[in-house]
């Protein structure tokens, strides 16, 4: 059985409650293994207010979830019974099971959230220091703070003007000492 991706259908509003009631879910009924990544889609827009930048998250297709499934009988009646879904989009009938995203459309929604279809192995840890070898902090060492796989950015902290001061960096702008 292969993982692929699904659009789930929510009330509107309640993508966010919907994401944090799936992945309880799939915790409390030990689901880890057929249901992986629970993606609201939202990309980041720049809003101007009172003459002020704002960046600001907006939903790509309010009402919808996405959902990386092993999908069998109970994955699926794991996802529909989440408190706040309606159904899946593409199935067919109510007993029926739904189609899922083609690998393209995925890859170019996850791209279009800042996201990558397939992770990449993070080889670091918190706290460890790393270089930066590219952007405006290039040649600045820091410790590592946080680590966001699924977005693939870093925040280190490094020594600027005697302080320490976290930056978020990609993956790809540093490198191990």
Not at 37 to 42: G, S
Not at 65 to 76: A, K, Q, R
Not at 111 to 132: A, N, Q, S
Request: zero cysteines; a negative charge.
């Amino acid at each position: 059985m292969e993982k692929n991706w699904y659009v789930v259908h929510t009330y509107s509003g309640y993508e966010n409650k919907v994401k944090a009631n799936l992945e309880k879910r799939v915790e409390s009924m030990g689901m880890q293994d057929k249901i992986f990544r629970v993606v609201v889609p939202e990309e980041e827009e720049t809003e101007l207010k009172n003459g002020k930048k704002k960046i600001v998250k907006k939903k790509v297709f309010p009402g919808y979830v996405l959902v990386e499934i092993i999908m069998t009988d109970d994955s699926w009646y794991v996802v529909r019974n989440t408190p706040g879904v309606t159904g899946f989009v593409g199935s067919a009938g109510h007993g029926s099971k739904p189609t899922p995203l083609l690998p393209e459309e995925v890859t170019f929604l996850l791209k279009r959230m800042g996201m990558d279809e397939r992770p990449i192995e993070v080889d670091f840890e918190l706290k460890e220091t790393v270089r930066v070898k590219e952007g405006p902090f290039t040649n600045f060492t820091g410790a590592i703070e946080d680590i966001d796989a699924d977005k693939q950015k870093v925040k280190v902290l490094v020594n600027m003007f005697g302080r320490e001061t976290p930056v978020e960096l990609d993956f790809t702008q540093i490198e191990k000492i």
